[in-house]
T-cell receptor
Framework: QKEVEQDPGPLSVPEGAIVSLNCTYS??????FMWYRQYSRKGPELLMY????GNKEDGRFTAQVDKSSKYISLFIRDSQPSDSATYLCAMSFNSGGYQKVTFGTGTKLQVIP | NAGVTQTPKFQVLKTGQSMTLQCAQD?????MSWYRQDPGMGLRLIHYSVGAGITDQGEVPNGYNVSRSTTEDFPLRLLSAAPSQTSVYFC????????????????FGEGSRLTVL
């Protein structure tokens, strides 16, 4: 079983829809929970992160962490065609002085105008 | 700002050939790493380095070699290319400090697309 599981999609939604992306994990040591966005033929870029359980909002994006269920989510409100990308969840913990990062496999999202 | 620069962006090799993928960062990051990204497999860590002169293996190190002589550069060498090494390769760097607020955010290059025939 992988440490981090993510539904690969693809996910296709109409413009303006609410999108929900999810990951589950098995390692209780994870401290930071991140979402990266990767546009086609580009490298991933950090979108947002949360520390421990709770919600964090940034514009149309909300990240949610439930450590008791080992489940994280990213919600996108009023989705736009420019949100079309692959979204990778990532989680990290301190290992020997650096943050060890584990990625999910990514969910490909297409927002149709 | 250059960030993380990878070269070449595209490369076609024949089985058995060797080559080096170059990676340079200008953010003074101590941590550098190489990933490969394949459909359905996500990002898999090949090798990483926590500072000049220090390297270690990741999840899929076989067939690859690395060295870290400077903080800025972290080349990845394919010793004898195989079709199974056809992939997109990403170099990434970050701060190593495990202090509060350091998520381990990785800064990625734009990728090097390698095809082995």
């Amino acid at each position: 079983q992988k440490e981090v599981e993510q539904d690969p999609g693809p996910l296709s939604v109409p413009e303006g829809a609410i999108v929900s992306l999810n990951c589950t994990y098995s390692n209780s040591a994870f401290q930071y929970f991140m979402w990266y966005r990767q546009y086609s033929r580009k490298g991933p870029e950090l979108l947002m992160y949360t520390y421990s359980s709770g919600n964090k909002e940034d514009g149309r994006f909300t990240a949610q962490v439930d450590k008791s269920s080992k489940y994280i989510s990213l919600f996108i409100r009023d989705s736009q065609p420019s949100d079309s990308a692959t979204y990778l969840c990532a989680m990290s913990f301190n290992s020997g002085g650096y943050q060890k990062v584990t990625f999910g496999t990514g969910t490909k999202l297409q927002v149709i105008p | 700002n250059a960030g993380v620069t990878q070269t070449p962006k595209f490369q076609v090799l024949k089985t058995g050939q060797s080559m080096t993928l170059q990676c340079a960062q200008d953010m003074n990051h101590e941590y550098m790493s190489w990933y490969r990204q394949d459909p359905g497999m996500g990002l898999r860590l090949i090798h990483y380095s926590v500072g000049a002169g220090i390297t270690d293996q990741g999840e899929v190190p076989n067939g690859y070699n690395v060295s870290r002589s400077t903080t800025e550069d972290f080349p990845l060498r394919l010793l004898s290319a195989a079709p199974s090494q056809t992939s997109v390769y990403f170099c990434a760097s970050s701060f190593t400090s495990g202090g509060a607020g350091n998520t381990g955010e990785l800064f990625f290059g734009e990728g090097s697309r390698l095809t082995v025939l």
